[in-house]
């Protein structure tokens, strides 16, 4: 039986900070990655963030009825799906590789419950991994022979991506680094993922980012507000 609580800090939070570090990275591999990037990536943590997902998973047996329900005819949906699918294997796997990441984001929520400073830190993983795709994209790109948008499958997935990282490294910049070093680390950080974000050329990730940061905007304290 998985233990409730723990007898020391967990590591989930910079596991996952680290598979988004490797995310962009892993599209060079020759694997399948839609179907396999969650597995390798997520695993380590998965593994140590069970403390956290059983944590979850007891919240929610203790949860309003509406809840349970929902998560039962959800589980139960997925499974006749994989079971009429035509392509039963490709099914399985697609199901599975989406099992995998709703749990690593109830592990990533519950890190950010039980220590508010994990969330820093896989905003860290995200904006620096979304930075590191983006240069890696610019210097194939500029040596050329890769194609349109190197490294991704698609100019639509790298738009995608970068707007992730774009707001993340605004949550990195608004909530100040008590160092100045930090500060224009995570500004220059902020410049490529926006940068990446506009030559990407999609308009859903710039119209996206105008509604959150609308959002944003309209929702935060007005610290917070100031230094958006």
């Given at each position: 039986?998985?233990?409730l609580?723990?007898s ?11 598979a988004l ?14 179907r ?7 695993l ?6 069970r403390?956290?997902l059983?944590?979850v ?18 589980g139960?949906?997925v ?18 590789s989406w099992t ?8 990533a ?5 039980n ?7 896989m ?9 590191a ?7 194939l ?15 639509r ?5 970068t707007l ?5 490294s ?8 008590a ?22 050329g999609g ?9 959150a940061?609308?959002?944003w905007?309209y ?10």
């Open positions: 039986m998985i233990p609580f723990r020391s800090k967990s590591s989930a939070a910079t596991w996952i900070a680290a570090v490797a995310l962009p990275f892993l599209q060079a591999l020759a694997l399948d990655f839609d396999s990037g969650a597995l390798v990536l997520l380590p943590a998965l593994w140590a963030g403390v956290e059983a944590q998973l007891e919240r929610m047996r203790e949860g309003p009825a509406w809840l349970k329900f929902f998560a039962v005819w959800s139960l949906a499974v006749l799906a994989v079971v009429v699918s035509g392509q039963f294997a490709a099914g399985l796997v697609t199901a599975a995998i990441l709703g749990a690593a984001g109830l592990v929520g519950q890190c950010v419950a220590e508010p400073a994990a969330g820093r830190r905003l860290a993983g995200l904006a620096l991994g979304t930075a795709g983006t240069v890696a994209v610019w210097v790109w500029i040596l050329g022979g890769r194609g349109a948008v190197p490294l991704y499958a698609h100019y997935l790298f738009g995608l991506h992730a990282g774009a707001v993340a605004v949550a990195l910049v608004v909530h100040k680094d160092y100045r070093a930090g500060r224009i680390f995570w500004t220059i950080v902020g410049i490529i993922t926006w940068g990446g974000m506009l030559w990407s308009r859903a990730p710039v119209l996206a980012m105008a509604v940061f609308g959002a905007v929702f935060s304290p007005a610290a917070v507000r100031g230094n958006l």
